[in-house]
């Protein structure tokens, strides 16, 4: 007998409990702000509006699924399950959070601050919940595929990402390696610089853009790939010329089937997907990463 599907509801701590775990009360954290010049009341109704949202969304699970909640700083010790749907109550970014640690399960997205969040991955309404739930696993419910990226190191780690990877030096100092594409004929670039960003069409809303606006704004031709789109960019940051590094592979486009290789000549390089730091690959002298498209996306619903 099939398991019945499980809601996994992921989730936030919101700036308000952070504020209040740090100073200890609700007053202390007030007077903290006031001195700044800032008034706590705006941070307390964006946590109100949170919490409500998080309420209707757990009150609109079907009786007949079971659920359980994850908080996004857990994501990385949580067992998600093959027939699991995965609601994500909060911004974009944490949509991309969670998007690393699975395999297919379908993703709804819930704006808990319409106007404030752009909407992008977090599509729906708290309202929305009671009809869109029961109808996520009706043959024929719309769902998106979007694309997802990965590096996969010599030794077998393997990061996924929803938006970008960065590839670079711990606290973003200059990275050493040897860069190069695997159609290329084996032509390969000692590079020094602030790391690589590889990215697909959601990221491109994100740093990727910001990167690519700085570059060029586009002048150069390289086009900016849609979510959907299997095609995927990278820049290399503020590379460094000199008589032993060079800078003429900065930028460019990968294939679906084609991969950036990463070759470390620092003690330690890192890379992390979608801004998460803490759940880093740890790359150290001499080994070889390989940075392309994923075999699987991200089911996003709606």
Known sequence: MSLAPRAVLVHRTTEYEELVARHG????????????????????????????????????????????????????RFLFAPEDVVVVVGQDGL??????????????????????????????????????????????????????????ADDTQRLLALNEIYLGAPGHQTARYRLGLDDDGGAVEAQASSGVLVGTGTGATGWIRSVWQERSGGDDGLRLPAPTEDRLVWFVREAWPSPATG????????????????????????????????????????????????????????
């Open 25 to 76: 009360t609700h007053g202390q954290a007030a007077f903290f702000l006031s001195s700044r010049g800032r008034d706590i009341e705006e941070i307390a109704e964006r946590h109100r509006r949170t919490r409500r949202a998080l309420a209707e969304v757990t009150a609109a699970v079907p009786l007949t699924w079971r659920q359980t909640r994850v908080e996004r700083r857990d994501l990385d």
């Open 95 to 152: 949509v991309a959070n969670a998007a690393k640690y699975l395999a297919g399960q379908p993703v709804v997205g819930i704006d808990t601050d319409p106007g404030r969040n752009p909407g992008v991955l977090v599509r729906h309404r708290p309202a929305d919940a009671r009809t869109l739930l029961p109808s996520v696993l009706t043959p024929g419910t719309g769902t998106t595929d979007l694309t997802m990226v990965e590096a996969v």
């Open 247 to 302: 800078t003429s592979l900065i930028a460019g486009e990968l294939t679906p089937d084609a991969r950036l290789t990463l070759t470390v000549e620092s003690e330690r390089l890192i890379a992390f997907g979608d801004g998460i730091e803490s759940d880093a690959v740890e790359l150290t002298w001499g080994q070889r990463v390989r940075v392309g498209r994923a075999g699987t996306a991200l089911r996003l619903v709606g």
